[in-house]
């Protein structure tokens, strides 16, 4: 049997730079690239829900997107996640609990033991072996960004409190957290996260995916 795979997750509030991150390490550590929500036919369904602006009106109450949120992430680690950690591969998510824990938890004011208790829950216990977090500044998120999803369509404030929720995620667990700053160039900071995960995870499988 081969040692099972790392899984790597990439988090930060929209427009720190993270998709682009997640894309070049994953091609450098040769893992399996992801992404939440939509990474399944049902979760490309509830993103559509959860973040078209003209697909339902009015938008789901913040608990009912938690509960959407957690549904997407269920299937994703029974139908992508899970199998290709036991296959031994790595996977490279662009988003994952943490952005659920930030969003849903400090941005909508939801957080608690019951929102963590979700959160485990839709996983069925697989946790990220290293989060990501790049950071930067709101604005300057916001000025990278071109169009607006329903989550990006909230504002600065509502920014601000998810970018501290990540930074509480950080405080709390430090030693499952990488972070960095989204402002540096794009090569460096690829650069520096495929070798902090090199120096924390081990060296990636060979045959890679």
Not at 9 to 21: P, R, W
Not at 130 to 152: H, I, Q, T, Y
Request: proline fraction near 7%; include cysteine.
């Amino acid at each position: 049997m081969p040692a099972r795979g790392r899984l790597i997750a990439f988090e930060g509030i929209d427009g720190c730079g993270k998709s682009t991150q997640a894309k070049a390490v994953a091609a450098a550590l040769g893992a399996l690239l992801t992404h939440e929500p939509g990474a399944t036919p049902l979760g490309a369904r509830l993103r559509r829900l959860l973040l078209d602006p003209d697909a339902e009106s009015p938008p789901p109450t913040p608990r009912a997107e938690t509960l959407l949120m957690a549904a997407d992430r269920a299937e994703h680690v029974a139908r992508v996640i899970e199998p290709a950690l036991a296959s031994g591969a790595w996977v490279v998510t662009d988003r994952y609990s943490g952005s659920t824990i930030a969003y849903q938890g400090y941005g909508r004011g939801l957080g608690g033991e019951g929102l963590a208790e979700v959160v485990a829950w839709a996983t069925a216990g697989v946790e990220a072996d290293l989060s990501v977090f790049v950071d930067v500044p709101v604005e300057v998120a916001a000025a990278r960004r071109r169009g607006a999803d329903r989550m990006e369509r909230l504002g600065p404030e509502f920014a601000a409190r998810v970018r501290e929720g990540f930074a509480a995620q950080v405080a709390a667990d430090p030693a499952r957290w990488l972070v960095v700053d989204g402002n540096r160039e794009v090569d460096a900071i690829t650069a520096h996260i495929v070798e902090a995960v090199r120096a924390q995870l081990g060296p990636e499988p060979e045959h890679g995916r």
